[in-house]
């Protein structure tokens, strides 16, 4: 199995993502990391122990990190996940506790106590992140990649141009491109595509399966943006791709391209991306050391992963 630790702002998709981690064989989830961005710390943490509880999983080691992003305040995004985080959805308060150390000290005595080099599995603003590759920059040699969800090739979310995870700390991003570890991008243009179509999702969500119930709450509940507004979002199975990516990369199209991450202006926290037939060419020179080269998922067999995400969860 691939060792991994997920860093995490739970929120309804990561919870979906958790889930789904924990019960692929293909995966040996090491630990949790927990930052703010869909919610507070403070929820972020208690959310992911809970949905540790829905997962029956065994113990696994949850910390929490930064509260907030590097250079700036923390920014709610509770018109998308809701007050809580985790939508209309209510868990029952956890036994399980949050180690007493910081995340970037449980992610630290991880990926040095591994066999096998780690892969970082980035699921939310990467503040965590790069915290870790500052402090401690020898460990990147037992860091097999990461694989991050954020970003876009396209479309935005935060801006019309800036994905949400990015936009939330992109210094922390820019810090992690240039890590020198190679980089997986899971942006926008392939989280948009996959999800759980009604009437399915909604079964789910009132059908016999407790976890079912969860994950189709999960699935159904996300955001209530007004009565006369439907979510972007909805049904979308979102950061639950990027682990899918993990252990189905075929179902992938991916290019090696160069990115780099706005940092000013309106377009600050968009992720370019270098998409011509020769990337690099620019009439004005000068600019190339400050692009990075990232495998970018451009496209994906959407039924393929959704169909993965429910037999992996046994609701298939
Ligand atoms: C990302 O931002 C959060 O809302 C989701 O959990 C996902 O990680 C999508 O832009
Ligand atoms: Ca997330």
């Given at each position: 199995a691939i060792p991994v630790i997920l860093d995490v702002d739970t929120g309804v998709d990561d919870a979906l993502a958790i889930l789904f981690a924990v019960a692929h064989p293909g995966l040996d989830v090491l630990g949790i990391s927990c930052v703010a961005g869909n919610a507070s710390l403070e929820r972020v943490v208690e959310n992911t122990l809970r949905i540790l509880d829905v997962a029956g999983a065994p113990d696994i080691p949850v910390a929490a990190g930064a509260r907030r992003p590097l250079l700036e305040p923390a920014r709610s995004a509770s018109h998308v996940h809701g007050e809580g985080g985790l939508g209309t959805l209510r868990l029952p308060p956890s036994d399980r506790r949050a180690r007493d150390v910081s995340s970037i000290e449980l992610m630290r005595t991880l990926i040095e106590a591994s066999p096998h080099p780690v892969t970082l599995v980035a699921l939310a603003p990467q503040t965590n992140l790069a915290l870790l590759l500052r402090q401690y920059p020898d460990l990147t040699s037992n860091i097999e990649r990461i694989v991050f969800m954020g970003g876009s090739a396209s479309v935005g979310n935060a801006t019309a141009v800036a994905e949400f995870n990015v936009w939330h700390d992109p210094e922390a991003a820019a810090i992690v491109l240039d890590s020198g570890i190679p980089t997986f991008m899971y942006g926008l243009d392939v989280f948009n595509q996959v999800g759980i179509a009604e009437p399915a999702a909604s079964a789910l969500a009132t059908g016999s399966s407790e976890l079912g119930r969860v994950v189709g709450s999960l699935l159904t509940n996300r955001i209530v943006l007004g009565a006369d507004r439907t979510s972007e979002y909805s049904g979308l199975i979102g950061d639950a791709g990027a682990v899918c990516a993990l252990v189905d990369p075929g179902a992938l199209r991916t290019e090696m391209r160069p990115v780099r991450i706005q940092l000013?202006?309106?377009?600050?926290g968009q992720t370019l991306v270098d998409l011509r037939r020769h990337p690099g060419e620019d009439i004005v020179h000068g600019l190339a050391e400050e692009w990075e080269t990232v495998e970018v998922?451009?496209?994906?067999d959407a039924p393929r992963y959704a169909r993965l995400f429910l037999a992996t969860l046994g609701l298939g």
């Open positions: 000013s202006g309106y377009g600050r998922a451009l496209d994906v």
